[in-house]
């Protein structure tokens, strides 16, 4: 053997026992402020990642096989969180439950209050989950958030706020303790200090805040009812930027770069440059106005999004022109996933769209329920997802 073979075989066997350590694929991303690592495969919060982009870091197989379905009393709105072998759905019966991924069976149930009266019911929970390494949080219907023990399911603070809460906290890692940044109904953007459950600060709009927050470079990214687009500072609490929309922004924004893309009340997709606060292009539906409120997928090239003229659209990222439009039979208000050369996306004609990225091909439909607007989630080679009506079921679809 010559000492050039040695060194090819050493360095093989060193490859072999790293992968053996890490696991074949996966990449191990650490917390800047004392989070442990996660999985990058792992899709631990709404849209996947704190600049909401859609994207998922994990392979699925070429067809898609229905591993399980779990069915909930009232359905399921909220999207999932799939980290390591667990999968974290909100229900809209007041339960977050903990699901084993493999299986779908139920290791834990958390409610969202202890004691309720007799004759009422427990506030739902509409917004998805953020999982960090030891808690999951999530806010309800009544305007709390939830700090739940990610082991056990058992609830660590709970945070009011003073209404409704329907966007998805997203973790900050910008300040010295680890925290989260969500909105709420009574028009305040808030950030809670993740291990207390205390307010750092509150941002107070002039509409709803139906968004979920995006956060990047130190500052996060609000998309609000008060036609307004704003950038707040996350260490102080305050605003940097502030740009005029003249519609609702129900969707919420997606974040590359110094560029955010968002759709509006009027049936556009807009790209803005965050930092300028200028307007780089603006995209429509069609002739009339209709609402936007799916949050795009953002890839290098294009901006995915659905609308509620029952098709899901594919715009040139530079551009802004159109590549493809898929038609549906229902409004969709599902945000888009793209998973490597796919793109994964609900109707609320009721069924799963697996769409090829390049050309917009219909590859696959998969029936969920009568009514899909949660979007999917993507994560450990699993993909998750479930309808939104009365005894509606939760998919989960894998190998």
């Known amino acids: 053997m010559t000492n050039q073979h040695r060194h090819l075989r050493r360095?093989?066997?060193?490859?072999?026992?790293?992968?053996?350590?890490c696991g074949v694929g996966t990449l191990l991303i650490a917390d800047e402020l004392g989070e442990r690592p996660v999985v990058d495969e792992s899709w631990s919060s709404f849209r996947g990642d704190a600049q909401l982009t859609g994207v998922a870091r994990t392979r699925l197989p070429e067809h898609l096989k229905l591993r399980w379905k779990y069915v909930s009393v009232d359905?399921?709105?909220g999207s999932a969180a799939i980290v390591g072998d667990a999968v974290y759905q909100p229900l809209l019966d007041g339960a977050l439950v903990c699901l084993d991924l493999k299986t779908g069976e139920k290791r834990w149930s958390y409610a969202s209050r202890e004691e309720v009266k007799a004759n009422s019911f427990l506030p739902g929970f509409k917004s998805s989950p953020l999982v960090t390494e030891s808690m999951v949080v999530v806010g309800d219907e009544e305007g709390w958030l939830h700090g739940i023990d990610r082991a056990t399911g058992k609830g660590v603070w709970t945070f009011e706020t003073g209404a409704e809460i329907i966007s998805s906290p997203t973790l900050v890692k910008?300040?010295?303790?680890?925290?989260?940044?969500?909105?709420s109904y009574d028009n305040c953007l808030y950030c809670v200090d993740l291990s207390t459950g205390t307010q750092n600060w509150r941002v107070e709009t002039e509409g709803y805040v139906n968004c979920t927050a995006a956060v990047a470079e130190g500052v996060t990214f609000v998309a609000g009812c008060d036609e307004k687009f704003h950038v707040i500072d996350l260490?102080?609490?305050q605003e940097s930027g502030l740009l005029p929309m003249?519609?609702?922004l129900i969707a919420s924004p997606a974040v590359i770069g110094d560029e955010v893309y968002v759709g509006t009340y009027t049936g556009e997709v807009v790209a803005l440059n965050w930092k300028t606060l200028e307007t780089r292009w603006r995209y429509a539906l069609g002739d009339r106005p209709y609402e936007v409120h799916s949050s795009a997928a953002v890839t290098e090239d294009l901006v995915i999004v659905g609308g509620q003229d029952k098709n899901i659209h594919a715009i040139n990222r530079h551009t802004g022109e159109r590549v493809w439009v898929v038609p549906t039979r229902g409004h969709v208000d599902s945000s888009p996933v793209v998973c490597g050369e796919r793109v994964y996306v609900g109707s609320k004609d009721g069924n799963l769209y697996?769409?090829?990225?390049?050309?917009?091909e219909v590859l696959s439909k998969n029936y969920i329920g009568r009514n899909v607007t949660a979007s999917a989630a993507v994560g450990e080679g699993a993909l998750v997802i479930g309808a939104s009506t009365s005894s509606g079921e939760v998919h989960c679809y894998g190998d």
Do not use: D
């Open 174 to 183: 910008a300040l010295e303790k680890p925290a989260v940044v969500v909105g």
């Open 235 to 237: 260490k102080s609490g």
């Open 354 to 360: 697996e769409l090829a990225v390049l050309n917009g």
């Open 246 to 248: 003249k519609t609702y």
């Open 11 to 21: 360095w093989i066997l060193c490859w072999a026992f790293l992968v053996g350590l």
């Open 75 to 77: 359905g399921a709105p």
